[in-house]
């Protein structure tokens, strides 16, 4: 019997015996966390027997996806549809009692990664699964996730985010496969009558990795891939002798020490202690997977010369490239190549996608850091930098400042991307004029030279999750007016063209839009007690909170629409409601500024008399899946107005148009593309393109002069110095603006 002939009695049969057997309670003494955990282990083993046929007939070549976050948020409702049983979990649900949007809403999301990077990760994965392509991702499996974003007196507060408690249903352990990594200790060499040298590391520090998997089912109940996650223990687990002597917490260290590093998602690194962890937690990730993927190989191949032929890793931005130099430790260390073979398997079969285009945002480690905690890794750079360098000089046109540009180890550092570039046989961007940038700009003297290597692959969505899922009174018109096929094939949805001017869907698709505004203000009103307007249009910037985003000149626009309305109070205005969703990086102080901003300029709109009716400012309180999973299918403009040329690609515009809003943006990243699809019926753009930004730089960029001479700006600037109604200065702000270069170009 397939998944999808599963019957609601069938169901709801299996959910009794399943909180009698794990929770020794009845369907009527359950509460909502139970039910839905029951449900979780049900399905779970549903996914455990279709991967157990999945394995019978792996194809010959198989795809592993490294990335430090998966954003998978809440997978009760997801697994379900694919594996065809929502509808008969839904009615087994309320055969005992229960509302189906109750249970769903008892699973946290999981907390496994922040920001669009994860997303993407999440959506291949599921996408993977529906076209059966054999996949496996890696990860780490973190305690706390990122964290939970509070706003206290207007200021973000970062909260322990405790997801697992209710979430570990979904993971399997995998204790048999667990791995150990080596930090720190003395590489002992010696050489053979051949004249071949060899290592060992001695005196090191152990810790064990322990993988949890998750299983993601594909659309259709067909295939099932796993999502490796990896959880940092100690090999001892108590010190006794300390213990007994009373010694209690120093008993512990160890366990502590190993446990931190799957403790939370990116934990801040300003100061040597933050570095050090982010480190370990890269190289443990590595370590683990590389181990696994050759061991695997082993098994099922036999010799690891033949890695490439039947293994893809792709690594999702740099904080995998540790896989490189540790794939060349185990072949050279482990299997006895040397070192040209090694480098010719590892180079055949590791990709990367890069993920920006800001210089300083590529990722760079602390020559000493590593050398000091990964000593034999830190031999393996150096000597992939010495032949990198010595290829360089001998083909590069660009003499010593290319050599200088593209070397992996300069000035103390050691540069990830440049690692990268070396040791992959593919460099992915993740739109066409983000491609465009990497081959052209960035990585210019690269790409002259192995041109064959750039490509890019526009970011894409899972729309069955971002559009069925989500808008479920959408996808019924949907399949309503061009049938299903859509599901599998998103192209089938120009179909839709038909209807443009079909006065009778336009009207249905108002009342969809108007019934999801409402959902949307009734959840806020919940969460945060504050009562949209849902009458007014509604204007959405939800996005991680970052600078280059540009989301201090969404709200440098509503202090100008609120002057507007003071001066003239009758003025025609359509009512307006901005919502912002995004949470700032624990250690990036302008960010969280710019939130507290945010947040006064929301309060101020609201005591203002001028603006009651007509102006609305919201800053959702701990943005996630689950919260944008309600706020894309009530959106109707869409911000994506990063600077031009620094949006990679963007994932939200698209998941924010499916469901029908409109988008104002700058050309930058998937805009370009959407817009060359769409044009100016759906795409509203404005600003500089990147090459016109890129003039204007070059020419001279003078933001006061600009705002010198435009009285509007220097009256919204001059406002956010002295401080709206709550007092606050954000002169540090104005002056990042106007004497600080404004490097994003508001």
């Given at each position: ?456 692959v526009t970011n894409g969505i899972d729309h069955r999750r971002w559009l069925s899922q ?213 795409m509203f753009l404005f600003g500089l393109h990147a090459d016109q930004v890129a003039a ?49 170009m508001l």
């Open positions: 019997m397939t998944t999808g002939q599963i019957s609601k009695d069938e169901l709801r049969c299996a959910l009794e015996d399943k909180l009698c057997a794990v929770f020794s309670v009845t369907s009527a003494e359950a509460t909502d966390e139970q039910i839905f955990r029951a449900a979780a282990i049900l399905i779970r083993e549903l996914m455990s027997r279709l991967l157990a046929v999945d394995r019978e007939e792996r194809p010959a070549r198989e795809v592993h996806y490294l990335s430090m976050e998966f954003l998978m948020g809440r997978s009760l409702m997801k697994n379900a549809y694919n594996l065809g049983i929502g509808e008969a979990l839904t009615e087994a649900l309320a055969d005992m009692g229960r509302s189906a949007g109750d249970i769903f809403e008892a699973e946290p999301d999981a907390g496994l990664g922040n920001g669009g990077l994860g997303r993407l990760a999440a959506c291949y994965m599921d996408s993977m699964a529906t076209e059966g392509i054999a996949a496996t991702g890696y990860c780490l499996c973190y305690e706390l996730g990122i964290f939970r974003q509070r706003i206290e007196d207007g200021r973000q507060v970062e909260d322990a985010d405790n997801w697992r408690i209710a979430a570990d249903s979904w993971l399997v352990p995998r204790d048999e496969d667990t791995c150990e990594i080596r930090f720190g200790g003395r590489i002992e060499e010696r050489w053979d009558y051949s004249g071949n040298r060899h290592v060992k590391l001695k005196d090191y520090t152990a810790v064990l990795a322990v993988p949890r998997d998750m299983l993601i089912a594909g659309y259709g109940g067909n295939h099932v891939n796993t999502l490796r996650l990896w959880e940092a223990h100690s090999p001892n687990y108590l010190d006794m002798p300390r213990f007994s002597e009373g010694e209690y917490l120093k008993s512990l260290e160890q366990r502590m020490l190993a446990e931190v590093i799957t403790k939370v998602l990116y934990p801040a690194d300003d100061h040597i202690e933050g570095k050090t962890l982010r480190l370990k937690q890269q190289y443990f990730f590595l370590s683990a997977t590389a181990q696994t993927i050759l061991r695997e190989h082993r098994k099922r191949w036999g010799d690891a010369r033949s890695l490439a032929e039947h293994h893809v890793i792709h690594i999702n931005d740099t904080h995998p490239a540790l896989m490189i130099p540790e794939l060349m430790r185990i072949l050279m260390d482990e299997d006895g190549l040397g070192w040209d073979e090694a480098w010719e398997i590892v180079s055949g079969c590791v990709a990367y996608t890069n993920h920006t285009v800001m210089q300083e945002a590529l990722e760079s480690w602390p020559q000493a850091l590593v050398q000091s905690l990964l000593p034999r890794i830190f031999e393996i750079i150096s000597e992939i930098d010495r032949r990198w360098r010595r290829v360089l000089a001998e083909k590069s046109e660009g003499g010593p400042a290319s050599e200088a540009r593209n070397a992996i180890m300069a000035d103390g550092m050691i540069r990830m991307a440049n690692l990268c570039l070396a040791g992959c046989f593919m460099i992915n961007g993740v739109s066409a004029i983000h491609g465009r940038i990497l081959k052209n700009g960035l990585f210019a003297d690269v790409s002259a030279l192995w041109p064959e290597k750039f490509t890019y989500i808008n479920p009174r959408l996808d019924r018109l949907l399949r309503e007016l061009i049938g299903d096929g859509f599901i599998r094939k998103p192209e089938e949805l120009c179909k839709l063209r038909s209807f443009e001017d079909d006065k009778e869907v336009l009207l249905r698709l108002e009342e969809i839009k108007a019934f999801n505004k409402l959902a949307l203000a009734d959840f806020v009103y919940n969460a945060q007690g504050v009562a949209l307007d849902a009458s007014a249009m509604f204007d959405v910037q939800a996005k991680r909170l970052h600078e280059y985003k540009r989301q201090l000149l969404c709200a440098m626009l509503i202090a100008h629409l609120q002057d507007r309305l003071r001066d003239d109070p009758g003025m025609d205005f359509m009512p307006r409601t901005f919502i912002f969703g995004a949470k700032a990086a624990a250690g990036y102080q302008t960010a969280k500024r710019i939130i507290e901003l945010i947040c006064s300029l929301a309060a101020d709109v609201a005591a203002d008399p001028a603006c009651r009716g007509k102006l609305q400012v919201v800053f959702l309180e701990n943005y996630r899946v689950s919260v944008a999973e309600r706020l894309m299918p009530a959106a109707q403009v869409s911000e994506q107005i990063s600077t031009a040329g620094m949006e990679a690609s963007g994932t939200g515009n698209m998941k924010l148009m499916m469901n029908g809003a409109v988008t104002i943006g700058t050309l930058d990243g998937a805009n370009v593309e959407m817009y060359e699809r769409l044009g100016d019926d759906s204007v730089r070059k020419a001279g960029y003078a933001p006061r002069a600009i705002a010198d001479s435009d009285p509007r700006i220097r009256r919204v600037l001059q406002r956010f110095s002295q401080g709206m109604a709550d007092g606050r200065p954000y002169d540090d702000l104005v002056s990042m603006l106007l004497d600080g270069g404004d490097p994003y």
